[in-house]
């Protein structure tokens, strides 16, 4: 994976693309968008944005092809929401499994 200092190179294209395609988080990531240097807090927001919209049915799969080389680390930070606060979300956890089910085919490698 890139380093941190190159996120916002690696992202910076299927962000743009994200944004375009969705309505829900344009305004947030076009936001991050038109800084020039993204901070640890900015990367942080991005990336849980992101993993928050890989779970929304609509959007799994252009997350899915659009972030490749850090969808383990999206399905991770969903898999450590679900446990937050020593519950279990369950809707979060459904909505992790049908986004899982709908990524298997074309990312066998987010099968634990």
Do not use: Y
């Not at 900015?42 to 929304?56: P, S, W, Y």
């Not at 490749?68 to 446990?83: F, Q, S, V, Y």
Request: some cysteine; glycine content about 2%; aromatic content about 2%.
């Amino acid at each position: 994976m890139a380093a941190a200092a190159d996120l916002r190179f690696v992202l910076a294209e299927p962000l743009q693309l994200v944004a375009r395609r969705n309505e829900k988080s344009s305004a947030e990531l076009s936001r991050f968008l038109a800084k020039q240097i993204w901070t640890q807090q900015d990367r942080q927001c991005i990336l849980d944005t992101l993993a928050q919209l890989l779970l929304d049915k609509e959007c799994t799969l252009l997350i899915g092809r659009q972030v490749r080389p850090i969808l383990l680390d999206l399905l991770e930070r969903n898999a450590e929401a679900i446990k937050a606060g020593g519950q279990i979300n369950h809707d979060r956890h459904e909505r992790l499994c049908v986004a899982m089910s709908k990524l298997v085919a074309d990312h066998p490698d987010v099968l634990p």
